[in-house]
């Protein structure tokens, strides 16, 4: 008698453990199918689907309606995703940004690089207006100070490739660098960012 009442509490033991294994198992399936956008406003959402960065548009009436940003691999973790909505001389515009961040590790070497991308949008014609990318490298290198490599000392530098890029409150662009400052404005006939001159 004490055998079977063993074996009915550990069968009841093990069914309640299994079923809240499965109740967990499925509510972290649903947290993990609902929290694929990285950022969203308006009708937009940026996101990673199957292969593509893109920037899906809802309520579209089509189910796959999308803009695809770019192809990516299992490798592709991008930071600090932004989707902005803007107007820029009465056309409503799209700024999409986001940071990647590659390291290299080498015996003598170290260089980590941080890149941000910013690509403008108008999702009415879904065309690509506007694209700045703002590269900084910070490399730190074991460095020998004689031929017969007895004596090393540690090097760090920093390089930087293209421009900051700024957007207004007018939608107007700046970029800046360390020599130079360029300011952009849209030409809603011509879809484009055009470069002021200054006089």
């Not at 694929?36 to 593509?52: F, M, Q, R, S």
């Not at 932004?82 to 409503?92: D, R, W």
């Not at 170290?110 to 403008?120: A, C, K, Y």
């Not at 108008?122 to 690509?128: C, E, M, N, P």
Request: with cysteine.
């Amino acid at each position: 008698m004490k055998k079977n009442l063993i074996l009915f509490l550990t069968l009841i033991l093990c069914v309640t453990n299994y079923a809240q294994k499965k109740k967990i198992a499925k509510s972290t399936e649903k947290i993990s199918k609902s929290s694929t956008a990285l950022a969203k406003v308006d009708n937009l959402e940026l996101e990673i689907k199957n292969t593509n960065f893109q920037i899906t548009i809802n309520g579209s009436g089509k189910s796959n309606d999308a803009i695809v940003i770019k192809n990516i691999d299992s490798k592709f973790i991008p930071t600090e995703t932004k989707l902005i909505a803007f107007t820029a001389s009465g056309t409503k515009l799209y700024l999409v940004s986001w940071t990647e961040k590659i390291v290299t590790k080498t015996e003598n070497k170290n260089e980590e690089s941080v890149t941000i991308f910013s690509q403008i949008y108008d999702i009415a014609t879904k065309t690509l207006l506007f694209v700045n990318t703002q590269l900084t490298s910070k490399i730190t290198e074991k460095v020998f100070l004689d031929r017969l490599k007895n004596a090393s000392e540690t090097q760090e530098r920093l390089h930087k490739e293209g421009y900051e890029l700024t957007l207004n409150p007018d939608g107007s662009l700046i970029q800046r660098s360390k020599t130079k400052e360029v300011k952009l404005v849209f030409d809603p006939k011509t879809l484009k960012y055009n470069e002021i001159k200054k006089k």
